[in-house]
């Protein structure tokens, strides 16, 4: 039944985003297209549905709480578009892998899914005060993560439904089913070499990630808890800058293509702030662009809408946090009533927690602390393990090509620049997963055909298998057996009702441990907040 459920699910949000595709290109559009990069537009019929889903939330967000599930009520209706269009989009044997067999693979993963244990941290309790209040200033008093509210939690806020928050782990689903849809049409449909490399590298290292070191695991997509937000944004980061790469190298300055890649960077942005990583290439596509096309900045209508969604987002976190990107401190306004003296803590714990590396510790210092985390530290040598062990085997089987100089060098500034982010800042594998896999796929711009002439068929069959087994073996080998077991089994995943005690200042915490669950006053320790209702917003400021 599980299964039945993400199919169901996963299709619904194909077709709510396929009916809003449909609905802009009817009353918005004047020229249609029917690719995007050169990949077939019903590839990101999903991606559609989360990107306008969360962005009208955190809008109206400022206006209203997101009660009774009305937005996702309200974006349903737009199915019914699907009547309104030809079918062709429609007419292939892709839909049977990406629309069929991929859904079900991964929807049974969700018979042994439970909550990451951030989320009754205070990813929740987010969506909590998301779904009761409008915009809440000054949020990251009562506790400092709830001023994270990644587009995420906007997102998953519609989903609470009757109490069961299976549904949220069938929205972290549909990425991972988005994803792999794409890796299909890359390996199986698309004439570009690149796509075609791309999809092999990333299919191979996938396969690797189940040997290893401590059993396997090299950094790759894997099945996350209820609540996280690392493999979405993985998802998007790694897409995003593969399409940011085939743009440059193909030379391609569309307008829609403008359109569509900057709005991919904003959500990747809006999904984590490490998506900022993603500057080097943008920033260096839209220079191209410009350059190209002749015109300035300020007359490409393309960026128009991301760059007042990217506005509204920074102002909706100047409003939570007073900071435009938080915890970033010298992006905070430290004058506002609502700041929070203790946003530094926050970086600084991070930081100490992850062992990010400063200017205090040498390499060897540093890397000795980092190896000091046994499971980190598997996962890095793993990826190092598969990152030489496909490097080889792209100079063994394949013919090397030449790459442009200036791309080369632009690779090479994208990826160190996002490695020394992460080092500074996180370290910790689940936020580098988007861009590990990019790293092992990027041979593929080195590369071209076979050296040795291998029969299509058998090549093609190959693959299949490979991407299927790739596949299948992401979720856990129990999960398979449990299903067997009882095929018809549903799930209701409730939240785990805890006691709390008053805090010596405003608001309670739990009993035992530090995880809130679901309640509006629930904070970690004690707090000494001022609460108070500016033009009937609620806005929380130190007390102390």
């Not at 967000?61 to 429609?90: C, G, R, T, W, Y």
């Not at 100089?405 to 689940?430: G, V």
């Not at 805890?498 to 309640?519: A, F, H, S």
């Amino acid at each position: 039944m599980l299964v039945i459920q993400n199919l169901i699910f996963f299709n619904i949000i194909f077709f709510i985003g396929r009916g809003l595709n449909i609905f802009f290109e009817l009353y918005f559009t004047k020229n249609k297209k029917s690719e995007y990069f050169g990949i077939r537009k019903n590839y990101f019929y999903p991606l559609f549905t989360f990107f306008i889903l969360g962005n009208l939330s955190f809008i109206l967000n400022f206006f209203a709480p997101l009660q009774n599930n009305f937005l996702l009520i309200i974006i349903s209706i737009f199915i019914v578009f699907n009547f309104k269009n030809k079918v062709e989009d429609l007419k292939s044997e892709q839909l049977l892998i990406t629309n069929l067999v991929i859904p079900i693979i991964f929807g049974i993963s969700s018979i042994s899914v439970g909550f990451h244990y951030d989320a009754p941290l205070y990813h929740l309790n987010t969506q909590n005060w998301i779904i009761n209040e409008k915009i809440v200033l000054g949020i990251s008093n009562v506790y400092l993560p709830l001023g994270f509210a990644s587009i995420n939690e906007y997102m998953l806020a519609n989903f609470w439904i009757q109490n069961n928050f299976i549904f949220q782990h069938f929205v972290n689903l549909s990425f991972l089913n988005t994803l792999f849809s794409f890796i299909y049409f890359f390996i199986f449909k698309s004439k570009s070499i690149f796509y075609r490399n791309v999809g092999i590298f990333t299919i191979f290292y996938g396969f690797l990630d189940n040997f290893g070191i401590n059993g396997g695991r090299n950094g790759f997509f894997n099945i996350q808890g209820i609540g996280k937000v690392d493999n979405n944004f993985a998802v998007i980061f790694f897409l995003a800058s593969v399409f940011l790469i085939q743009l440059i190298k193909e030379e391609n300055f569309e307008s829609s293509n403008l359109f569509i890649i900057s709005n991919f960077v904003l959500f990747s942005i809006q999904l984590k702030v490490y998506g900022y990583g993603l500057s080097v290439l943008y920033i260096y596509y839209l220079y191209l662009f410009l350059r190209n096309n002749k015109v300035s900045i300020l007359k490409v209508s393309a960026v128009r809408p991301s760059l007042i969604l990217g506005a509204l987002w920074l102002f909706k976190d100047f409003l939570k946090t007073s900071c435009l990107i938080y915890p970033v401190e010298f992006t905070c306004f430290k004058k506002m009533v609502w700041y929070s003296s203790r946003t530094p803590m926050l970086s600084a714990e991070t930081r100490e927690f992850h062992n990010a590396l400063t200017l205090n510790d040498s390499l060897p210092t540093w890397f000795e602390s980092f190896s000091s985390k046994q499971v980190d530290f598997s996962i890095f040598m793993n990826f190092v393990i598969s990152y030489i062990f496909l490097f080889f085997i792209s100079r063994l089987f394949f013919n090397k090509t030449k790459v442009n100089r200036n791309l080369k060098i632009l690779i090479t500034l994208f990826i160190f620049f996002n490695l020394i982010l992460f080092l500074i800042t996180a370290p910790t594998p689940r936020f580098l997963i988007g861009l590990l896999v990019f790293i092992v796929s990027s041979n593929a711009l080195f590369i071209k055909d076979y050296k040795v002439k291998i029969n299509s068929k058998f090549t093609t069959y190959s693959l299949s298998i490979l991407f299927l087994i790739t596949i299948g073996l992401i979720p856990r080998i129990s999960d398979y057996q449990n299903t067997m077991l009882d095929p018809l089994l549903a799930r209701t995943l409730t939240p785990k009702q805890i006691e709390y005690i008053d805090n010596t200042g405003w608001g309670v915490k739990p009993l035992d441990g530090e995880q809130c669950w679901i309640n509006l006053e629930c904070t970690e320790a004690d707090s000494f907040l001022k609460v108070s209702k500016p033009w009937s917003y609620m806005m929380f400021s130190s007390d102390e």
